[in-house]
């Protein structure tokens, strides 16, 4: 069977490149997790979505992943609010962390396999910091280590940032906050001395009483949990720069090897043509689309229909769409569930729909290696559903467990289709004991029997204004929610 190469585009370069893992069948991932201040909006689920979609289809063509994610856990902003929450920093974070948890999983949205917390890693930190003052990238000022940027011969290159800026504006000016406008060339934080306003949020250490700068912070728990090179490096555009790009000048500087082969960065989700962010308040979070009566997991599909480094617009108006896609996967199911053996056939329905599934294998592969293009792979998909609902009649049992055996592998990687089953399922077992309905299904049985259409077309009509579905076919009908 014809199998392509993954491709991605590597941020690096701006190009699309073959990947090609440091180790043959093994991939090592390290995502930027979230600042635990605040519950996660729908901007950050973009990222965090795209991420789940890359490791799952790894997976799905062979290789073994480990995948890290780190926790932000002591910065300006979680010093800033847990003050003023009257909480210890810990309390305040740890709650916003189990937030965040329970959003990837209403999110299916499979869990890393390490999130280390930047608190529990100042050992990690403070060694890297000395490395770089031992390699000559380091001066301090006051009590607080910066890096200088002046001394890595290639900073900027992954933001491709203007080498005669660079040279202008790196010497001597600094920034104590832990974050810089875009466009703003600093010399950066390393360590960050104790302020009174920081309270008792420091730590007494070999270089000094005080807490890591964000950059740092990564550095250290992606390299303990990595090592010094790794395959990929994911994250949104905004972190670009300075974020990443201060990630390689810290950790090359330190090892003096490439730190990362590939760097792959999601577009924004914008509202109004501008990005969803905390800061400019059009933000939404999961919880504000369940007191809007939206399935939040329906917010999955709306992100994976759309390629990661497309900039997306969100419109309330897309949950119809996903909706109705997501319905196109019950109602196969649903009916798949319901077959029944009417003795064997000649095999040529088997046969047809094992090159069905051959084809869309193919196709789904040939696309989501191209650097995960999702709306051929979901294309794919849909030509596979059309194609078996023209043979469903036909199908044997055995035809049945094959075909939902592929839709499981495909779900996989999409993430929604069991899940939204699943529920249906439930649903409609919690349903079905209604007596109403089946009073309803007993007299409609009897005027079918009594071939009086007319009476079996009313009560259809009154089963749906209960909320369910009779379809007839002929192994006898299904009932399905509305």
Same mark, same amino acid.
């Given at each position: ?77 979680? $010093?800033?609010? +847990?003050?003023? #929450?009257? !909480?210890? &920093?810990? *309390?305040?974070? =740890? ?120 950059? $740092?912070?990564? +550095?250290?728990? #992606?390299? !303990?949990? &990595?090592? *010094?090179?790794? =395959? ?126 051959? #084809? ?123």
């Amino acid at each position: 069977m014809f199998m392509s190469e993954i491709s991605f585009y590597n941020t690096l370069g701006r190009r699309i490149e073959k990947f090609k893992p440091l180790e043959k069948d093994s991939v090592k991932i390290y995502s930027c997790g979230p600042t635990v201040y605040n519950y996660v909006h729908l901007g950050n689920i973009r990222a965090y979505v795209f991420v789940d979609l890359l490791k799952r289809y790894l997976r799905y063509r062979g290789y073994k992943v480990e995948h890290v994610m780190n926790i932000t856990d002591v910065d300006d902003k979680t $010093i800033r609010d +847990s003050q003023k #929450s009257g !909480k210890t &920093l810990k *309390e305040f974070t =740890d709650f916003y962390l189990q937030a965040f948890i329970d959003d990837l999983q209403v999110m299916n949205i499979l869990l890393p396999d390490v999130m280390p917390k930047a608190t529990d890693h100042m050992s990690e930190i403070v060694d890297l910091v000395e490395k770089l003052t031992k390699n000559g990238y380091t001066y301090r000022s006051g009590d607080s280590v910066y890096y200088k940027i002046s001394q890595f011969k290639n900073y900027g290159e992954l933001a491709q940032l203007d080498k005669q800026i660079l040279k202008s504006n790196a010497s001597g000016r600094l920034n104590d906050k832990d974050e810089y406008e875009k466009e703003q060339v600093n010399d950066f934080v390393l360590w960050k001395a104790w302020q009174p306003e920081d309270g008792e949020v420091y730590w007494q250490t070999r270089i000094g009483k005080g807490r890591p700068g964000w950059h $740092i912070e990564c +550095s250290a728990m #992606s390299m !303990k949990n &990595l090592g *010094e090179s790794f =395959d990929i490096h994911c994250g949104g555009v905004d972190l670009i720069f300075p974020h990443h790009t201060n990630e390689i000048a810290q950790s090359e500087a330190a090892t003096g090897k490439k730190f990362v082969n590939y760097w792959l960065h999601n577009a924004h989700l914008t509202v109004d043509g501008q990005k969803m962010a905390k800061s400019l308040g059009n933000f939404y979070t999961l919880k504000d689309l369940k007191e809007k009566g939206y399935d939040p997991l329906l917010l999955r599909f709306i992100l994976l229909k759309t390629h990661y480094r497309q900039t997306l617009n969100f419109s309330f108006s897309d949950f119809d769409e996903a909706k109705s896609i997501v319905e196109k996967f019950i109602n196969l199911l649903t009916i798949l569930d319901t077959i029944k053996d009417g003795g064997n056939n000649d095999g040529g329905v088997k046969k047809e729909l094992k090159k069905i599934i051959g #084809s869309c294998d193919e196709k789904f592969i040939a696309a989501m290696d191209d650097d995960l293009n999702v709306s051929l792979a979901l294309a794919a998909v849909y030509e596979f559903i059309n194609e078996v609902n023209k043979i469903i009649n036909q199908m044997t049992v055995g035809d049945a467990e094959l075909a939902k055996d592929f839709i499981d592998k495909l779900d996989s990687v999409l993430g929604f289709v069991n899940s939204f089953y699943s529920k249906h399922v439930f649903l409609l077992s919690q349903k079905i004991n209604n007596p109403q309905l089946h009073e309803i299904l007993i007299k409609r049985e009897e005027a079918r029997a009594q071939k009086d259409y007319a009476a079996a077309d009313e009560l259809r009509k009154e089963a749906l204004d209960l909320g369910f579905i009779i379809e007839d076919t002929s192994d006898g009908y299904r009932i399905k929610i509305k």
